[in-house]
């Protein structure tokens, strides 16, 4: 309802801008933070002010003034209530509480499918996130990462994208060697050598109940044996033990990935010889002592990049090229990476890499996740994925449950900073926010499900009148933003608006609850009521699902 409004406004606008001897600049309809500014802003005043050489406000009533004729018919008559012109030239308008009817319509029409619009086009998007080398269990910082990632795909294919989730498996190089000697030495050890484990080696118990596993589906029962067995043994058994399990933690915390690239099949020799061959013929890659160099300052990076050493062996980065340029080839139009903070200076050489593919840089995304800092009885938990000192994902779902686990993990911008505190996520109180969102959820549901047993009353869904407090248009406000929400975080790239918008929802409910009777002593007002708060129902139950959180109807 918010956007045809908006888009009939911006109709009449242009429409009134017509006897301007100039061309007028684009009108743009915003949607101010505060209520109390209206439910639309327009500053085509402030723009035409700049061509017209004219004071905006003067600019502003002469706008409103043909307005104001212009809205006394067709779509929106009664449904702007004011328009007030602000300093310096804003114009603003203020809906009539049927203009926030037609939100609740919208919404009993619309159902579980509330929010969802064309806006992507069905643009072809993948993101790709988590992608942790199969070394360890998945940490806490994968955490936040999957639950960024599966949040953005839900909202990106609601607002009409086709967004895919994918992981790429770093199955060979340096760490996976060092994967096959870490579970190569503690096996020895639980034969009785008695060596020195590694000094770079993973140190977590994970490797040595591995190693325990390995003797035993191999049948080892000397050192002998053991020794008998190639390197490439233990690294082979260490990849497909840790994906299995991080396939089944992403299962788990409900994460399911679309697609899953294997580095092994996708930048072997060949296709990066192939590559390398390819580029060197477009000038984009030279040698120098006895190095190959990517000219990765043609696109903006700081210096040029080595994608081969003197040695013959491949950077990490060469790879990494192939790869995006697979993910080019499969026909997506835009590519997100989902990485940690510590790749920052990556963004520049891999965009680079895109420029040099032949596509354009600002078609591949680097989207970095900060870390997460879990407490624990208010004392921060040390992590040290080699030393084998970290909380794992599973921990956290085991401990707190999915939902405040893939809540807490979006309760920041994604460039903030995360403090996860273990003990407010299991509370069963207002201060826990994913339990206040579920309870505001849960409690409608109670509400109108004791209405229809004890008075036989349903929400009225067509002829609303009685509504106008203004805890009930605030509420109705609230609901009305919501598929704006959604594509301003597609748009940004960023879930945590989803998750602000959910607890302010559910806070404009509960504010409304405290102060309107519900069950009132006039049946259609208590029909227009159980509306009203069915139709925050439908949208808080939505926005949890996009979150992956579940939606209780009793707590």
């Known amino acids: 309802m918010f956007a045809d409004i908006r888009c009939q406004l911006k109709n009449l606008i242009v429409e009134s801008l017509r006897s301007y001897s100039v061309s007028a600049p684009a009108v743009l309809i915003d949607v101010p933070a505060d209520k109390l500014h209206g439910e639309f802003s327009c500053n085509i005043a402030l723009q035409l002010s700049r061509v017209l050489k004219k004071n905006p406000v003067l600019i502003a009533q002469e706008v409103v003034l043909r307005l104001d004729g212009l809205l006394k018919e067709g779509p929106l008559k009664g449904i702007i209530s004011k328009i007030e012109i602000k300093p310096p030239g804003f114009i603003n308008f203020y809906l009539s509480p049927e203009g926030f009817y037609g939100v609740l319509y919208d919404v009993f029409l619309s159902q579980e499918s509330y929010g969802a619009s064309d806006f992507g086009q069905s643009q072809k998007f993948c993101l790709e996130f988590v992608s942790a080398n199969p070394t360890g269990p998945l940490t806490v910082a994968h955490g936040r990462q999957a639950a960024v990632g599966d949040t953005l795909v839900n909202i990106l294919n609601t607002v009409g994208f086709d967004a895919q989730r994918e992981y790429y498996v770093n199955d060979e190089g340096n760490q996976i060697n060092i994967l096959g000697r870490s579970i190569k030495a503690r096996a020895q050890q639980i034969l009785g050598q008695d060596i020195l484990f590694p000094e770079d080696g993973y140190q977590g118990d994970y490797i040595r109940t591995m190693a325990g596993e390995f003797i035993k589906q191999q049948g080892i029962l000397t050192l002998t044996d053991l020794n008998l067995r190639e390197e490439i043994a233990f690294r082979q058994f260490g990849v497909a033990t840790l994906m299995e399990m991080i396939k089944k933690d992403l299962e788990d915390f409900g994460v399911n990935f679309d697609i899953w690239s294997y580095q092994s099949r996708i930048a072997g020799v060949k296709a990066i010889e192939d590559l390398l061959s390819s580029l060197k013929a477009k000038g984009f890659v030279y040698e120098n002592e006895g ?209 602000r918008y959910l607890q302010e929802l559910a806070q404009a409910f509960h504010k409304f609850y405290d102060s309107c009777r519900v069950l009132d002593e006039n049946k259609e007002l208590s029909a227009e009521r159980l509306a009203l708060i069915d139709a925050a129902r439908v949208v808080l139950g939505n926005g949890l699902r996009l979150l992956g959180v579940s939606t209780p109807q009793k707590m």
Not at 321 to 331: E, N
């Open 291 to 499: 190095a190959w160099w990517f000219k990765s300052t043609l696109w903006g990076d700081d210096k040029d990049r080595v994608v081969r050493k003197s040695d013959g062996q491949y950077t990490y980065l060469t790879p990494d090229i192939v790869y995006h340029q697979d993910k080019f080839t499969r026909g997506f139009k835009r590519i997100v990476n989902i990485l940690g903070p510590d790749h920052h200076g990556y963004i520049p050489r891999i965009k680079a890499a895109a420029g040099a593919l032949g596509y354009s840089p600002d078609d591949l995304d680097i989207l970095i996740v900060q870390l997460a800092t879990i407490y624990r009885d208010g004392r921060e938990v040390s992590m040290s994925t080699r030393r084998g000192e970290f909380i794992s994902l599973r921990e956290v779902i085991n401990e707190v449950g999915r939902d405040a686990a893939r809540f807490f993990f979006l309760m920041r911008q994604t460039s903030a900073h995360l403090e996860f505190d273990l003990e407010l996520a299991k509370k069963q109180s207002s201060e826990n926010p994913v339990y206040y969102i579920q309870y505001a959820h849960a409690r409608i549901h109670s509400i109108i499900r004791r209405a229809k047993e004890d008075s036989q009353l349903m929400p009225k869904t067509q002829g609303i009148k009685y509504l106008n407090q203004v805890e009930e248009i605030d509420l109705m406000r609230k609901i009305g933003l919501y598929p704006d929400i959604l594509i301003a975080s597609a748009k940004s790239l960023e879930p945590f608006s989803l998750v």
